[in-house]
């Protein structure tokens, strides 16, 4: 019994749309996945995080901006917080996950960790503000409360995760892990085993 054309096209047509799915899923690069902008004048939705020592974020920062250092994740000695810890501190932030963030600092490094950070625990949106960018520190930060205010409910993007035999990880790990997905959209992270 000979296909119809009709159904010979229809099934070309889906293994072109199947093939241009996984295409456009293999060449994902951390610019797609964590976008740099240039820009914090962006629509309103988005919620800016300030990753300078708390010190600077709270005396002047981008109004309304979140304070949230990296060191409030990840210490000078190098241990990084359980990924549980992490979602509870986003959480005390009033971050549910399905929010888009921006997040800026004095120095790319910082900035890029902090990102991976969010990025990794599933954030919805996570861009990085380039460096050399104007940002206006005219108001006061925000920290984050005793409690959780909201429960950080994405996923994980425990695809990138794998369990690292070590404890200690620094923010030069972190931001290239950014870097990484700009030559590998799947990546991995060794995230220290026992704080995943």
């Known amino acids: 019994m000979k296909?119809?054309?009709?159904?010979?096209?229809?099934?070309?047509?889906?293994?072109?749309?199947v093939g241009a799915m996984f295409a456009k899923a293999r060449t994902a690069t951390a610019d797609d996945l964590i976008p740099a902008v240039?820009?914090?004048?962006?629509?309103?939705?988005v919620v800016l995080i300030d990753a300078r020592a708390d010190e600077k974020c709270l005396q002047a920062t981008h109004p309304g901006a979140l304070c949230l250092p990296l060191d409030k994740v990840l210490?000078?000695?190098g241990r990084l917080a359980n990924m549980r810890d992490v979602r509870w501190l986003f959480g005390s932030y009033g971050l549910t996950g399905s929010e888009h963030v921006a997040i800026y600092a004095d120095d790319a490094k910082i900035r890029d960790s902090l990102a991976a950070i969010?990025?990794?625990?599933?954030?919805?949106?996570?861009s990085r503000l380039v460096e050399g960018a104007k940002v206006d520190l005219n108001g006061r930060g925000i920290t984050g409360a005793l409690s959780r205010e909201n429960l950080f409910a994405v996923k994980v993007r425990v695809w990138h995760l794998q369990s690292a035999p070590f404890g200690r990880v620094s923010a030069a790990n972190l931001a290239d892990f950014v870097g990484d997905l700009n030559q590998d959209p799947h990546a991995l992270f060794a995230w220290p085993v026992g704080y995943l």
């Open 38 to 45: 240039s820009s914090l004048n962006s629509a309103g939705d």
């Open 75 to 77: 210490n000078a000695e």
């Open 3 to 17: 296909a119809k054309p009709s159904r010979i096209l229809s099934t070309v047509f889906v293994a072109l749309m």
């Open 118 to 126: 969010f990025y990794l625990a599933g954030q919805d949106r996570v």
